[in-house]
């Protein structure tokens, strides 16, 4: 994480044109640290990082809705789900989406999850799935005439993705998870660029390009980073994690 940090501080730092951080994901909770926390040092790694958003994810949902909502709430980015809803009211869990204005440009992120959050334990009886494909047809009709650029981050995996390019016209880029693929050039449907970094945190993606007045991406490109020792550890997030490790006694 302390690696990731210093990298996405320097691309912030160092960019020429409009720069947003998004995360597909499925990430708050997984490692040791990371459960013994009920993700926190997750949500406070990833507001030093400056992330813009992330979706909701199976694994976010591990320790039920009302932890999720509580980390949610100390986010500093927004966590996103635009299809999983109460059950009863069938009113959103989560918001659907976010819009950004950066650079004079404005830009909508909207959160698509996978129905395995849904068949988590501790979410069976507080959230109901509603169809991807449903969710993101009303919420990009909803942005398309008010943003520059419409991102999707999606769960569903890269074959789900695609169809899901094919029949919501109007959506930008798709940044996917699930699949546990590392798309070396982004796939195009369309007028949709989708593209996948692998999974649990191995690697960050940078994915450049340029959109047209009519919608449509030119000159894309992606760049894989392999997150080594040649990126030293951001130190207050060093910091921070010392001090989950000493309150959870981790060496």
Known sequence: MARRVTWIKHELANAQGLVVVVDAG???LGEDIALMSDGRVMVEGMNLARYDAMAVGRMDALKGLEVLQA???????????????????????????????REGARIGIIGISDEDVVQMPPM?????????????QRYVAELRGQVDVLIVLS??????????????????????????RMIITPERVGDTLI???????????????????????YDAAQEIVNLTDGYPDDRETVLMLDGYRKQFSQP
């Not at 100390?74 to 819009?99: G, K, M, R, W």
């Open 26 to 28: 499925s990430s708050l």
């Open 155 to 180: 769960r569903l995996g890269l074959g789900e993705n695609k169809q899901l390019a094919e029949a919501v016209p109007g959506i930008n880029v798709i940044v996917g998870g699930k699949t546990r």
């Open 71 to 101: 980390r949610a709430a100390e986010a500093e980015f927004d966590i996103l789900s635009a299809n999983l809803v109460d059950p009863e009211s069938q009113e959103l869990l989560f918001e659907p989406y976010t819009i950004i204005e």
């Open 124 to 136: 069976a009886a507080v959230a109901a799935y509603v169809d991807a494909t449903e969710a993101a």
């Open 195 to 217: 593209t996948e970094m692998g999974y649990n945190g191995e690697r960050g993606g940078k994915l450049t390009a340029f959109i047209g007045a009519d919608g449509a991406p």
